[in-house]
């Protein structure tokens, strides 16, 4: 299986996850939930050191590429490169630093791709105003967008304005398991609304700053289609509107500039829909996406709710569908995730037909377990075969949406480096590198020689690849 010529092999990570916060003068709400409830984070493991990018940037960097890694997507951390929120003042040893970190990259041959945010709301901004829950937060993010792009313009060719904002909603305003921790159904609509005007107003300030030609702004959104659970019609209702809340929410907006309609109907019957004006929806119609990214795990299976959505509830998008869990499906029991990779296939044809074949790419994708030490061998080598395998059979069904005329560009492995994972910490390594969290000693394991043969030779190589 030969990729076309160019398709570009990378690797994804963010400032958060793997920079550690060090001459950071801000807290994000990562940090902030951290430094008061450092008992919710696994093994007591937080945001501080993470992988310690911010100082071994020049060695990781040689690392990657020995595992063939040709791009990197990271992100720049609002509370690093902004000094005050409301004017957007830089902060000249966060710009110095990402100045520096881009250079290398070019320097070390690894093609820079840089998201705006990466669910890190600096914590000021979440407590006096709500974060996304306001407006005025979405006027700041603008402006921290700008001085992004004033700085970084001739250094970034590929700019994304946010990573997966259905997150943001499911972890902060409905599940909790972000901070906050707020469970508000409507609340999460005014957010999804919100988080679109910011990319929209962000889309607007790169095409009216940036004179990188060929330079381009995305987004990144975790997808994958709704699978209903049966034929039944009341299964087959509810997996239309999973589709609606859960993907099209922010993929319809990103690329035709509008909102599904049949979900603002929906809304708008349930009495919560988002507050907004004509110029915000204008604003968004006239401003959408270059390229999508598409980050991919786990496939989502709904059925009919228990309950009827008519019953007197609180409002949450989940009256309307239940996750469904497939009886005798393949799963990474360490992560509770089903295993299912014909889904990359599907999402690349929807792409194709429902949305005007955009190019886009794979931007994460890959297998975290926990305790990847039984793995080692006495050479300190980590065989995760199991990595490999998880990568070879989703790159098949990816490869075959790109024959059948899907026109995907890229596929970015999760992650480089064993990075920090919120508040799972530590607990499952995703990495191509091994990290020694103790000692940062970083080493390749046996996946990163496989993507390396990948990205070198531009064919899959077998699972049953052998070390060189």
Same mark, same amino acid.
């Given at each position: 299986?030969?990729?076309? %010529?160019?398709?570009?092999?990378?690797?994804?990570?963010?400032?958060? =996850?793997?920079?550690?916060?060090?001459?950071?003068?801000?807290?994000?709400?990562?940090?902030?939930? @951290?430094?008061?409830?450092?008992?919710?984070?696994?093994?007591?493991?937080?945001?501080? +050191?993470?992988?310690?990018?911010?100082?071994?940037?020049?060695?990781?960097?040689?690392? $990657?590429?020995?595992?063939?890694?040709?791009?990197?997507?990271?992100?720049?951390?609002?509370?690093?490169?902004?000094?005050?929120?409301?004017?957007?003042?830089?902060? =000249?040893?966060?710009?110095? /630093?990402?100045?520096?970190?881009?250079?290398? $990259?070019? !320097?070390?041959?690894?093609?820079?791709?840089?998201?705006?945010?990466?669910?890190?709301?600096?914590?000021?901004?979440?407590?006096?105003?709500?974060?996304?829950?306001?407006?005025?937060?979405?006027? #700041?993010?603008?402006?921290?967008?700008? %001085?992004?792009?004033? #700085?970084?313009?001739?250094?970034?060719?590929?700019?994304?304005?946010?990573?997966?904002?259905?997150?943001? #909603?499911?972890? =902060?305003?409905?599940?909790?398991?972000?901070?906050?921790?707020?469970?508000?159904?409507?609340?999460?609509?005014?957010?999804?609304?919100?988080?679109?005007?910011?990319?929209?107003?962000?889309? !607007?300030?790169?095409?009216?700053?940036?004179?990188?030609?060929?330079?381009?702004?995305?987004?990144?959104?975790?997808?994958?289609?709704?699978?209903?659970?049966?034929?039944?019609?009341?299964?087959?209702?509810?997996?239309?509107?999973?589709?609606?809340?859960?993907?099209?929410?922010? +993929?319809?907006?990103?690329?035709?500039?509008?909102?599904?309609?049949? +979900?603002?109907? #929906?809304?708008?019957?349930?009495?919560?829909?988002?507050?907004?004006?004509?110029?915000?929806?204008?604003?968004?119609?006239?401003?959408?996406?270059?390229?999508?990214?598409?980050?991919?795990?786990?496939?989502?299976?709904?059925?009919?709710?228990?309950?009827?959505?008519?019953?007197? =509830?609180?409002?949450?998008?989940?009256?309307?569908?239940? %996750?469904?869990?497939?009886?005798?499906?393949?799963?990474?029991?360490?992560?509770?995730?089903?295993?299912?990779?014909?889904?990359? @296939?599907?999402?690349?044809?929807?792409?194709?037909?429902?949305?005007?074949?955009?190019?886009?790419?794979?931007?994460?994708?890959?297998?975290?377990?926990?305790?990847?030490?039984?793995? $080692?061998?006495?050479?300190? $080598?980590?065989?995760?075969?199991?990595?490999?395998?998880?990568?070879?059979?989703?790159?098949?069904?990816?490869?075959?949406?790109?024959? !059948?005329?899907?026109?995907?560009?890229?596929? /970015?492995?999760?992650?480089?480096?064993?990075?920090?994972?919120?508040?799972?910490?530590?607990?499952?390594?995703?990495?191509?590198?091994?990290?020694?969290?103790?000692?940062? %000693?970083?080493?390749?394991?046996?996946?990163?020689?496989?993507?390396?043969?990948?990205?070198?030779?531009?064919?899959?190589?077998?699972?049953?690849?052998?070390?060189?």
């Amino acid at each position: 299986m030969k990729f076309p %010529e160019g398709f570009v092999w990378g690797a994804a990570s963010s400032g958060p =996850q793997s920079e550690g916060n060090f001459n950071k003068i801000h807290q994000n709400v990562f940090d902030y939930w @951290y430094a008061t409830e450092p008992g919710e984070f696994f093994q007591g493991v937080g945001p501080d +050191l993470t992988s310690n990018f911010y100082n071994d940037y020049p060695n990781d960097l040689q690392l $990657m590429k020995k595992a063939g890694i040709k791009a990197l997507r990271l992100s720049i951390q609002w509370s690093r490169l902004i000094q005050d929120f409301e004017t957007g003042t830089v902060n =000249q040893a966060g710009a110095d /630093f990402y100045r520096r970190l881009f250079a290398t $990259m070019k !320097a070390t041959g690894i093609e820079p791709y840089v998201t705006l945010f990466h669910f890190d709301m600096p914590a000021d901004l979440q407590h006096q105003y709500g974060g996304w829950q306001s407006k005025h937060v979405v006027s #700041l993010f603008e402006k921290y967008a700008k %001085e992004a792009f004033k #700085l970084y313009g001739n250094q970034i060719n590929h700019w994304f304005t946010f990573n997966e904002p259905k997150v943001i #909603l499911d972890g =902060q305003y409905l599940y909790q398991f972000h901070y906050p921790k707020i469970v508000d159904g409507p609340s999460a609509v005014q957010v999804a609304f919100n988080i679109n005007l910011a990319s929209a107003k962000a889309i !607007a300030a790169f095409h009216q700053i940036n004179t990188n030609v060929g330079a381009t702004i995305g987004m990144i959104l975790n997808l994958t289609p709704a699978y209903a659970a049966s034929e039944k019609p009341c299964d087959k209702e509810a997996a239309r509107i999973a589709e609606l809340w859960t993907n099209d929410l922010f +993929l319809q907006p990103a690329i035709r500039g509008t909102f599904p309609s049949s +979900l603002v109907d #929906l809304l708008k019957s349930d009495h919560v829909l988002w507050n907004a004006t004509g110029a915000e929806l204008d604003l968004i119609a006239n401003n959408q996406i270059d390229e999508l990214g598409v980050n991919y795990y786990h496939p989502f299976r709904v059925e009919a709710p228990d309950v009827s959505p008519k019953s007197l =509830q609180d409002w949450m998008p989940d009256i309307y569908f239940k %996750e469904y869990q497939m009886p005798g499906r393949i799963e990474n029991v360490d992560r509770g995730w089903e295993i299912y990779p014909k889904a990359l @296939y599907d999402i690349a044809i929807s792409i194709k037909e429902r949305f005007g074949n955009i190019p886009w790419f794979v931007s994460e994708n890959g297998m975290g377990v926990s305790r990847e030490d039984r793995f $080692m061998d006495d050479y300190g $080598m980590v065989h995760d075969d199991y990595r490999i395998d998880f990568m070879h059979d989703h790159l098949v069904e990816l490869f075959r949406g790109i024959k !059948a005329g899907s026109n995907c560009h890229g596929y /970015f492995a999760w992650t480089a480096i064993d990075n920090w994972s919120w508040k799972n910490a530590y607990r499952n390594r995703y990495g191509l590198i091994r990290n020694n969290i103790h000692t940062q %000693e970083k080493t390749l394991k046996k996946s990163a020689y496989w993507f390396n043969q990948l990205s070198h030779q531009n064919i899959l190589p077998p699972t049953n690849f052998k070390l060189p």
